[in-house]
């Protein structure tokens, strides 16, 4: 593992939850507000995580069918136990190997993901193996190089400024393509029509510092992967300077930016 991906830990479900959850459950509802899938489809979800997409899709597109992967057990075994409605089935899988035919699923769709996959020309070209012709293909990213999700790059930038090293584990550093014109050049090289690309923005609200602070302390991601590989002394500066540079105002709110995108398979 490079040295820019030791913190991806993703596989801790109710940390993830404390984390991310609240605001992936944001994300999603807008996502397939946006999206206007057609009903009674047979859809495919790459990176179920906690269930927060898959729990959009259900309440809002009316799907015939959600078969809803994930390379982590924990991740499956947390969806599978929060989601009960029987047209779902929890798989650990891969995005570069997913189970289903060719030429089976109306929808394939992902959420706050691809930018995980190490081969996302891969990926892209494996979502349209398993699409019908003119079917849906479908995710979101952080806008990660536009500022992306506020209370992360917050952390970040705190960071760097007691451990320089850190400006290469933030996510902006790390996954640059996650802009309008790098995600239409992805969807172009993978031979995908009717592109459309949108942003969408949430506001992110903290309660006090505390409440900002502690899920960074719970180990699950990038920002608390790296938070918790410190040392007693450096997570109590790195605590300090963040709550400095936030200020004294409670409650603390931060805006968090995605790109979502909707594209056809050829055929």
Not at 234 to 261: D, H, N, Y
Request: glycine share 8%.
């Amino acid at each position: 593992m490079s040295g820019s991906a030791a913190f991806d830990a993703w596989s801790a479900g109710n940390s993830y939850e404390h984390y991310m959850g609240r605001w992936s459950r944001l994300v999603a509802t807008k996502f397939v507000a946006w999206l206007s899938p057609p009903e009674q489809a047979a859809w495919l979800e790459i990176g179920c995580g906690t269930g927060a997409l898959t729990a959009a899709v259900l309440s809002a597109a009316a799907p015939r069918s959600i078969l809803s992967i994930d390379p982590s057990a924990d991740f499956v075994a947390h969806a599978r136990k929060a989601i009960g409605d029987g047209r779902v089935r929890f798989e650990v899988a891969d995005a570069l190997n997913l189970p289903a035919e060719p030429a089976s699923i109306d929808v394939v769709t992902s959420g706050l993901v691809l930018n995980f996959v190490p081969d996302r020309p891969a990926a892209l070209a494996e979502m349209q193996r398993v699409l019908k012709p003119g079917g849906l293909l479908s995710f979101y990213v952080w806008d990660y190089p536009g500022g992306g999700i506020g209370f992360i790059r917050q952390f970040w930038q705190a960071a760097i400024t007691i451990d320089p090293a850190a400006a290469e584990l933030g996510e902006g550093k790390r996954f640059p393509f996650c802009t309008r014109e790098g995600l239409l050049a992805l969807c172009q090289e993978a031979g995908l029509r009717d592109i459309a690309i949108a942003p969408m923005e949430i506001e992110t609200r903290f309660a006090d510092f505390e409440a900002f602070w502690q899920p960074f302390t719970l180990g699950a991601g990038p920002a608390p992967g790296y938070c918790m590989s410190l040392n007693e002394y450096q997570r109590a500066k790195l605590k300090a300077r963040l709550a400095e540079r936030l200020g004294s105002t409670e409650p603390i709110e931060l805006l968090a930016r995605a790109w979502m995108v909707r594209a056809n398979r050829q055929g």
